[in-house]
């Protein structure tokens, strides 16, 4: 079968093998390019991210377009350095030869984006792929089609086609048809470990090397001795936050018994004062992407108690911020991706009660601790393995670009994120060199009684 995308694909490897995105002048100018156009298109992605998901200008730049500037302007800081090859030390044996690592592009690098940070996590991927050196098809969701029209009319406007190609579409038709016809040289995918796995199966295929950035559940836990009032803000902040639809959002919360309504009450006032007594009038609160994430997510309203809010529509694809007691674990909302405002809350007696529900879903993309205690928070960390974690907050380890950001397991292979971007979309190629100046005969055969020389 014959792909209409077959001809862009093959154009954009002649690109690739033409050297020419591999100068670091090249790179810089590509960066500059991605970044004006961001600047120049803030207003109609601003629109386009209301549209979709009702996300303020605030919310949108600082997790979005912001979030994609600050990367650009960390990369071209440190590209220089990045792109030299690194020397590493001989041995003996080997002397007087010269070991280094050269960071080598991949070459057509595929990037698979969700709907839920739709600017965000396409382009953040697609400037450690630039920076790298590659050439690159990005593939916003077709499920926040507003992003995604505006984001395809940046790209078209600003780089050649067969050096960045947008594809449009229904990603298990459209994927699947780009993964089948066409050997990329690398794939990154962000979204949900269900889809992970069917790309990392068509990876496999063809032995295609992957980033699989996935979702999870990750959990928080409220120490007895954590500052309450600041834990409150700080989980209310990053939960509510897109309308509970973020990758790293606190999926549930434990909290130590002797804290729990203290905790609750908190919440509940933390909430009115940020999103007022109807969080449908707020400004800083979006919606739902679709009727079936809102349908999907009202259905874990029956699952607790509605401690506070609980209150939907679905003609605005409102669902109140939502905190949920939970009576009883085994539920589906205790068990599958929350990915929206409900946010279920149990108590735990003990560490190890606390441990064995964390322990129903391993390998969660995030988890945080909130304690004052620094051996508390450090017995934590080494008892839940996760991608990442904080200890007294929640999500922000993602804004510091000096920092890995991924999962490990179920929530994902990988990670990128400053140097570490720089990495993913490169090969590291070891390079020996040896003069030719030396060239002793113990090298050679015949070998025999040479062996006691070494
Ligand atoms: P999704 O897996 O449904 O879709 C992601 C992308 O894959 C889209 O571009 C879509 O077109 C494409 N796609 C969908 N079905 C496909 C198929 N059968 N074959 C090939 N491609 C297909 O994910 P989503 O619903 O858009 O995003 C939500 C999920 O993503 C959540 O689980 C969330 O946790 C996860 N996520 C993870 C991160 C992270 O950084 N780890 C960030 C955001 C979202």
New binding site residues.
Partial sequence: MQSEYLPMLQQLKINYESGITRGYAFRVQQLQHLKAAILKYEQALYEALAVDLKKSKEESWVTEMGMVVAEINHTLKHLKKWMQPQKKATNLANMPSVSKVYAEPWGVVFI??????PVQ?LLSPLVGAIAAGNVCVV?????ADATAQVIQKMIEETFPANYVYCVQG???EV??ALMQQFTFDYVF????????K??YRQAAEKLIPVTL????KSPCVIAADANIPVAAKRIAVTKFSNCGQM?VTPDYVLVHRSVYHEFVEEMKQVLVRFFGEDASQSDNYGKMINEKQWNRVVGYLQQGTVLFGGSANKEHLFIAPTLLGINDTNVPVMHE?I?GPVLPILPYENKEDAKQIISVNPNP?AFYVFTQSNDLAEAWLAEVSSGGACINNCSWHLTNPNLP?G?RGN??IGQYHGQYSFETFTHPKAVFKTPAWFDPAIKYPPFTGKLKLF
């Avoid at 698979?112 to 940070?117: E, L, Q, R």
């Avoid at 593939?139 to 499920?143: D, G, M, N, Q, R």
């Fill in positions: 698979i984006a969700p709907w839920n940070y996590l593939k916003p969701s077709e499920f229904n990603g298990a994927v699947t995918y962000t979204g949900s470990t269900a889809v992970g069917i790309i950035e996935l979702g999870g990758c991706e990915f993309l950001f999962g929530s994902g």
